[in-house]
């Protein structure tokens, strides 16, 4: 995986990945943050929790300092804020057990980011053609050829069996499978086209799933509530329970809040 993110093809897969989650992680708040593999991408840059860790999950990787079994993380449960996994299923030997284990170390609310790689792309097929060249005694590999893809709705099912609620997702990088970087610039155009008529048929996606538990209810911080009765704020009978992240994205001013 390496060698190939060196190439043209993988230095414009890591730019469209490295700007979708500089703006993904950038409002996500909380404490602890970790990236699980792929050290060649900084997905943890833009964020602003105060604990950070980039983690390899294979030995040598990246030259990394730490490695960590993606199956058995060394974390307590509902320890971490935001887990990110570039292409981590893909290469994992068990990607039900990564998933399960990622849930366990989330807390409520956690959000987990993933990448992957789309089968059912341009990309994708010249990867299935390649297998069968090699049934014919050929060896012509595009993408690198440990792992295997994980489709984006089959992911979507996996994060519901585990009570994730998948948040958002987006697809990039239309270009056609070409190793040539003077290739790669001419058929710049298929981007802002793919995003408009064929969205789900990019090279790559990156998907936010949601934590859930049900039943639970999210409670503001103490303070909040002896200000307000300090204020003496009078209720309207006609406003309802505010998230206790409204604040965040300026939709509630803080004068109005009970």
């Known amino acids: 995986m390496e060698d190939w993110l060196r190439t043209a093809p993988g230095q414009y897969l890591l730019a469209w990945e490295q700007q979708q989650l500089d703006r993904i992680v950038a409002d996500l708040f909380g404490f602890h943050a970790l990236q699980l593999g792929l050290r060649e991408l900084e997905g ?7 604990h950070r860790w980039t983690a390899s999950t294979l030995p040598g990787e990246g030259q990394a300092a ?30 039900h057990a990564t998933l399960r284990e990622v849930e366990r170390v989330l807390v409520p609310e956690g959000r987990v980011v993933i990448c992957g790689l789309n089968p059912a792309s341009l990309w994708g097929l010249r990867q299935q053609r390649a297998h069968l060249y090699r049934r014919m005694g050929f060896e012509k590999w595009f993408l690198p050829q440990a792992g295997e893809f994980i489709g984006y709705w089959r992911l979507r099912d996996w994060l519901r069996l585990l009570s994730f609620e998948v948040e958002g997702g987006r697809f990039g990088c239309y270009r056609p499978a070409v190793d040539s970087e003077r290739w790669l610039h001419r058929f710049a155009w298929m ?12 090279a790559v996606y990156l998907l936010v799933g949601v934590k859930r538990v049900p039943g639970m209810r999210l409670i503001g911080p103490g303070w909040k509530t002896a200000r307000a009765r300090g204020a003496q704020a009078v209720p309207s009978a006609s ?20």
């Open 44 to 50: 943890l840059r833009s964020n602003r929790m105060p």
């Open 239 to 258: 406003s309802g329970r505010v998230s206790p992240f409204a604040e965040f994205n300026g939709s509630v001013p803080p004068e109005s809040k009970e």
């Open 66 to 95: 730490l490695v960590l079994d993606p199956t058995a993380l060394p974390f307590p449960e509902q320890s971490l804020d935001l887990v990110i996994l570039p292409h981590t299923l893909e290469l994992s030997a068990d990607p």
């Open 191 to 202: 981007d802002p086209a793919g995003d408009r008529w064929w969205p789900i048929f990019g």
